[in-house]
């Protein structure tokens, strides 16, 4: 599966971003979609999933008050809509897949998933 993050970019803290991750390829293999954010010389931390049914969306503690996950069946992908940015969101997100194969019913962390986009970079100023 090859993946295509975009929608990052500067906002004022205060203000919302919506990330899109487009696949192609094996997608019918993909059972979720996640993202993760990093920040450097940290380790890759669980924003969001979302099964590719689109029954399911788990969202991590800091950002489940902020965030909303939707499948987007036109891209044959996911949204990631983010509200009310503050500076400690600034870091460079990355979408994920979980193919069948590799589904073991968890998706929170970053080992668990088998194909990656680029990554998008989103900074938030004060």
């Known amino acids: 599966v090859q993946l295509q993050a975009s929608g990052g970019g500067l906002v004022q803290a205060g203000g919302s971003l919506r990330l899109s991750c487009a696949a192609s390829?094996?997608?019918?293999?993909?059972?979720?979609m996640g993202w993760f954010r990093q920040t450097p010389g940290k380790d890759r931390d669980f924003v969001a999933a979302?099964?590719?049914?689109?029954?399911?969306?788990t969202y991590a503690e800091f950002m489940k008050a902020r965030a909303s996950i939707s499948r987007d069946n036109a891209k044959n992908g996911v949204n990631l809509q983010m509200n009310s940015l503050t500076p400690e969101d600034t870091a460079v997100y990355y979408c994920?897949?979980?193919?069948?194969?590799?589904?073991?019913?968890?998706?929170?962390?970053?080992?668990?998933?088998?194909?990656w986009g680029q990554g998008t970079q989103v900074t938030v100023s004060s």
């Open positions: 979302i099964t590719w049914d689109g029954g399911r969306k």
């Open positions: 390829g094996r997608t019918s293999s993909i059972v979720v």
């Open positions: 994920a897949t979980v193919s069948e194969q590799y589904y073991s019913g968890e998706y929170s962390h970053p080992y668990e998933y088998d194909d």
